[in-house]
């Protein structure tokens, strides 16, 4: 009699489980409701307007160190991960070769100068032979002129009339001689002077040309950065164009984030950008902006490119590398490396800016190399003046006056 009480007992049991698992499931489908609404607005609002990825490398200028002329090094004045500045001599080589070329256009110079200063003088010379030679020729035409006075009274013989006409006829000639020795010598100064004759132009030149090849012994810091990738050493020979040592500006480096090809649809030049680096983590974040968009993907760069027209072709979604310009002052607070990892977000919501045709062009140059042409300049100067025979003092235009000054020079340079 009991045990059907307890099956009766026991029966409201699976209803109860039933229910539960109901109200759980109904659970389950709401929060996935919930999660899938949330995400929705989410990427209508938020996340359609961004694109990321971690494929992102910092990138910078890498300036090389290359001589202009041959030589061998003597002195090495940076290494790796050294600090320079730009102007500074990071390598010297041996300027005797060079040293004996510039004196040779020097003394040229110096000669040059004073043939053509001998040429302005004979101006003055051959002037006063044409005075002389007017001189002589009025004295024999009085002479002539007296003789005929007294020709018909026959105080004077027919000879000597002759030799009077004679006389005349070759202070003519010599009067004649000296005027076509003038214009000649005139035709070397006309509308000229001593600097700006052409024989002294010429041998400026070679004084310039020396000068700069001598200067040239010393190469100096082109920007401000750290020092890589040196491998010169003492005492090596080393030839134009030979690399001797890199110089990378940290202060203006920029990132290439390589986008997947349906990432950059929307995508514009000057939509903002934040950065992190793997080398800070995500608590500092790098501002910045879009500037340009590479002409072609990586692999159409690639040393192989892939060749999509074989049998065996399979089709990879490329990458196309974007440059992203980065804030200066948090440069300067988080200093970077080129080569460092990064992970990028652009946010795409504003999509009034253009692709390549609106990308601005940048400019990198220097001006260390100027001074060299300036100081040429101050060395044939003091060579014209001191040779020219112009004024007293004609070494006080060059700092250290005559060949001190050359060698003040030179010392600037070592």
């Keep these: 009699m009991s045990d059907p009480q307890q099956t009766a007992a026991a029966a409201p049991a699976p209803k109860q ?12 489908v709401l929060v996935i409701i919930i999660a899938a609404v949330a995400y929705g607005l989410y990427y209508f609002l938020v996340a359609r ?113 002759s030799h009077a006409r004679d006389a005349v006829r070759g202070a003519q000639a010599s009067l004649d001689a000296a005027e076509q020795e003038l214009a000649s010598n005139r035709s070397l100064t006309a509308n000229t002077t001593i600097a700006d004759h052409p024989n002294v132009l010429a041998a400026a030149a070679k004084v310039r040309d020396s000068y700069i090849n001598y200067a040239r012994n010393t190469l100096p810091a082109p920007v401000t950065g750290y020092v890589a990738k040196r491998s010169v050493q003492v005492g090596q020979r080393v030839s134009p164009g030979n690399p001797l040592m890199a110089i990378v500006p940290l202060n203006a480096v920029w990132v290439d984030a390589n986008f997947k090809e349906v990432q950059l649809k929307h995508m514009r030049i000057g939509q ?88 601005q062009n940048t400019v990198y140059q220097t001006n260390v190399f100027d001074k060299y042409g300036a100081e040429a300049d101050q060395e044939i100067a003091r ?18 006056g005559g060949r001190g000054a050359k060698s003040a020079s030179a010392a600037k340079l070592m």
């Excluded at 229910?19 to 499931?25: A, D, E, T």
């Design 17 to 28: 489980s039933n229910g539960k698992r109901r109200r759980l499931m109904t659970l389950i």
């Design 49 to 161: 307007f961004h694109e990321t990825t971690d494929d992102a490398y910092v990138n910078g200028n890498v300036v090389q160190i290359t001589p202009q002329v041959v030589g061998t090094v003597i002195s090495v004045n940076a290494d790796d991960t050294q600090t320079v500045k730009v102007g500074d001599p990071l390598v010297v080589l041996d300027p005797a070769d060079s040293k004996v070329s510039l004196d040779q256009a020097e003394a040229n110079l110096a000669q040059t100068v004073r043939q053509v200063r001998t040429f302005f003088v004979n101006n003055n010379q051959y002037e006063a032979q044409i005075a002389l030679r007017k001189s002589d020729l009025q004295r024999a035409q009085d002479d002539l002129r007296r003789r005929m006075t007294v020709a018909q009274t026959g105080a004077v013989s027919q000879e000597e009339i």
């Design 272 to 359: 903002p950008v934040e950065l992190t680096a793997d080398l800070y983590g995500s608590g500092v974040v790098f501002h910045g902006k879009v500037i340009g968009f590479s002409a072609g993907t990586g692999s159409a760069f690639s040393l192989l490119p892939a060749q999509n027209a074989t049998g065996n072709w399979i089709k990879v979604v490329q990458r196309l590398p974007v440059r992203i310009e980065l804030d200066p002052k948090e440069l300067q607070q988080h200093p970077l490396r080129i080569g460092l990892s990064m992970n990028v977000d652009v946010t795409i919501k504003n999509e009034e800016g253009g692709q390549l045709g609106q990308a």
């Design 383 to 400: 060579i014209i003046q001191q040779n020219a025979g112009t004024g007293t003092g004609s070494q006080s235009t060059s700092p250290a």
